[in-house]
């Protein structure tokens, strides 16, 4: 009877070990899947503890609205962000890393992988966001990595020097007791724009905020970036892009400042983690697509991309001419400069223009722009600037011209690695 009965379960078990078999194999095969090397893995790093925190929301929304990786794709998505919890900033808000990917059914999920502490991690503090860089190589070790920065940004100023220059409205003054690194806003100005990455806090009836400066970014970059893409106002300067050289290859960003819908958000996942290699000079481009075919103020865009390992050529030419041609420069109006600025912040002006306007020789003008040429990969202007300023000459980069420049502001130039390099100011 038992032999029966064992003779009965016999093809039952095989068929229980055989499943069993092929589960384990599945597992098996789906954890080394899992272990592979990511080829590629991108970040945006999202500082919305701001006035910019629903634009920024928007962005990511935008984002997953277009192409996402699968979850065993080898191509990650991540997002390190800090957004306002309240417009009143009362509400300390944890920055997180979120991995966001598509599952076997195509819905979008986001896995929040790591939740740092709101007090002391702040994204606008370079511990922070050493901390959160070096959790994301640790997690995801990789031989590629792009990252794109969005938030407020001031170019290559020190903190607090834009909005210390900047007059607010008497109304909006008497509302509120203002510190000269108190978070920019254009109050009652349209469209928006995206003013390095302020986080706002309240105390009381004092709002004051925490930017970083763009030494303190690159020193708190642990791996190199294969690109930077800069979602943030003013940061297309010359002496943003030679900061950055030792940390990134290719840095992508605006001379003047950005509208708040920033970057084309729904493209980004194909540009950068669907096909071949990433490609920053598109994302570049459907920037600059988006608001050039747009009408009135909205019609406003510069930017560029800028090979950071060819600056050095760049650097040496203008070091020359600056030595050579001092006199001549020192003379130069600068109200007949290409400005990429509004409001009197006159700390933004063409490279190249700056050269034309010195009366320079031809021969020597020629040098810098193959110089230029050999760096700027890609460059598009719109015609105006939100109706305030005409776009008549646009080569890729700006530059501080000392010679209209601020003292307090000069003397932070000496420290720059572009004034090392050039001598620019002595």
């Known amino acids: 009877m038992k032999r029966g009965i064992w003779s009965m379960l016999m093809p039952v078990m095989a068929v229980i070990l055989s499943v069993t078999a092929v ?44 192409y996402v990786p699968g979850r065993r794709d080898d191509r990650i998505l991540l997002v390190v962000g800090q957004h306002a919890g309240s417009s009143s900033y009362t509400v300390t808000v944890n920055p997180s890393i979120t991995r966001i990917y598509r599952n076997a059914f195509g819905s979008v999920i986001r896995d929040t992988v790591l939740v740092m502490d709101g007090a002391t991690d702040t994204l606008t503090a370079s511990s ?52 000269p690194n108190v978070v920019f806003t254009e109050y009652g100005r349209y469209p928006n724009v995206k003013s390095m990455g302020y986080s706002c806090y309240r105390s009381g009836n004092v709002l004051t905020g925490r930017e970083m ?30 900061q950055f050289r030792k940390v990134c290859h290719l840095i992508g960003f605006s001379q003047a400042e950005v509208l708040a819908d920033g970057f084309d958000y729904k493209k980004l996942g194909a540009d ?124 890729g980069l700006s530059m501080y011209f000392p010679h209209y420049g601020r003292g307090d502001l000069t003397d932070y130039y000496r420290t720059l690695d572009w004034n090392v390099a050039t001598a620019i100011v002595k």
């Open 213 to 242: 400066e763009m030494g303190e970014i690159e020193e708190a970059i642990p791996m190199h970036l294969d690109y930077l893409l800069m979602d943030c106002c003013l940061m297309g300067c010359v002496e943003v892009a030679y």
């Open 23 to 66: 589960s384990c194999d599945w597992i098996e095969r789906s954890r080394t899947v899992e272990e592979v090397p990511p080829r590629h893995v991108f970040i945006l790093y999202s500082v919305g503890n701001n006035d910019l925190s629903s634009h920024l929301k928007d962005d990511i929304e935008d984002m997953v609205s277009g």
């Open 128 to 179: 922070g966001m050493r901390k959160a860089l070096s959790f994301i190589m640790k997690k995801y070790p990789c031989v590629s990595y792009g990252m794109m920065y969005s938030s407020h940004g001031t170019g290559w100023l020190p903190q607090g020097a834009y909005n210390s220059s900047f007059s607010l409205s008497a109304a909006s003054a008497d509302a509120m007791q203002y510190r």
């Open 272 to 395: 950068l983690l669907q096909g071949g290699s990433p490609d920053p000079q598109k994302v570049c481009e459907h920037y600059f697509e988006q608001y050039d075919s747009r009408e009135g103020s909205d019609r406003s865009a510069t930017i560029s991309l800028v090979d950071c390992w060819k600056l050095d050529s760049l650097a040496s030419c203008v070091a020359s001419l600056w030595n050579e041609y001092g006199h001549q420069l020192s003379a130069v109006n600068p109200s007949s400069l290409q400005r990429y600025f509004r409001f009197g912040q006159h700390w933004y002006y063409d490279l190249e223009d700056i050269f034309i306007r010195a009366g320079i020789p031809a021969e020597r003008l020629s040098a810098l722009k193959d110089a230029l040429d050999a760096c700027v990969r890609y460059k598009a202007a719109t015609p105006l600037f939100m109706n305030e300023f005409e776009i008549r000459h646009h080569c």
